[in-house]
């Protein structure tokens, strides 16, 4: 019987629980696009585990997960990361079978932002299963269309924020591809859009975008692009909007793992929040910098 820990944080009360009781668990989740994520999970810890056909028989339930789900983006990233297990069972005609099937559900996709996030996850795909020219070529035509959409809040725009978010992880899939030159054609690309910024606070942004896409890119400037960021940060008078840009730039420190930075950064935000009155915005950013802090 395959058993795997689980508990508290992994605390010494964590008791083993059988393989076949966790996929059971999962598929008793109404919602199909996370119990698609679930099984296929389960079904790569049965494989590393050396379960080939508990495995198989998991990414079964998987694959009539993956049917039930409605929403065109959803339904191929749940192919995509279908594909992507079926190519660590070393089944190449799976895999591509369920590349095929993700295409299809994104020819359905409307809004550009959600096609190039979804030509992200069939780069990473083919990449899997060792179609490194394929995944570049995906990768290319998501930069092209994501440097195609314009900025702004209206329909077939993104914000900054989101357009910005895109260009940091197609900067990290070139990378995984050791496509370094065109990983700095991405970091260029988003600092062209600081023209686009009036606002310190959307400079600050901007260039914490920047400072994450040269992390993942494995690129050169990292530190530069952090300074600016803070520099434009503590340019922000209004307490509320400099706390949060404060609490901005801890979470992306956070996730490119500056984790010293990023304690330093909430000791910042908390200092702008201490310069507000008492109200239900005070206690907003509070409650944001103890969730960060966690």
Not at 9 to 30: F, T, Y
Not at 78 to 99: E, G, I, S, V
Not at 164 to 188: I, M, P, T, W
Request: aromatic share 4%.
């Amino acid at each position: 019987m395959l058993l795997v820990a689980v508990g508290c944080g992994g605390q010494d009360d964590s008791k083993p629980v059988p393989l076949s009781q966790l996929v059971a668990q999962a598929q008793k989740e109404p919602d199909p696009r996370l119990r698609a994520t679930e099984l296929i999970r389960l079904a790569d810890q049965q494989r590393r585990l050396g379960d080939l056909s508990g495995a198989g028989k998991t990414l079964l339930l998987a694959r009539k997960a993956c049917q039930q789900i409605e929403d065109p983006q959803a339904q191929a990233g749940a192919w995509f990361f279908l594909a992507r297990a079926y190519a660590r069972m070393n089944d190449p005609t799976q895999a591509k079978f369920f590349l095929q099937q993700g295409r299809r559900a994104m020819e359905r996709i409307q809004q550009p932002g959600d096609r190039v996030a979804t030509l992200l996850k069939l780069a990473r795909a083919q990449a899997e299963l060792k179609q490194d020219g394929q995944a570049l070529a995906t990768l290319r035509q998501a930069e092209q269309q994501a440097k195609d959409i314009p900025l702004g809040n209206g329909t077939d725009e993104l914000p900054l924020l989101e357009k910005g978010s895109l260009l940091v992880q197609l900067a990290a899939a070139y990378s995984r591809l050791g496509r370094k030159d065109e990983a700095q054609r991405v970091v260029e690309a988003l600092l062209a859009l600081e023209a686009t910024c009036k606002t310190p606070r959307q400079r600050s942004r901007l260039w914490t975008l920047v400072a994450q896409a040269r992390h993942q890119g494995r690129l050169d400037g990292v530190d530069e692009a952090w300074r600016k960021a803070q520099q434009y940060a503590a340019q922000i008078e209004e307490p509320l909007s400099r706390g949060h840009a404060w609490v901005d730039l801890a979470e992306a420190a956070a996730s490119v793992s500056r984790s010293a930075e990023a304690a330093r950064l909430l000791g910042q935000a908390q200092k702008a929040a201490d310069q507000m009155r008492p109200g239900s915005l005070k206690n907003e950013l509070q409650e944001r910098i103890a969730r960060a802090r966690r």
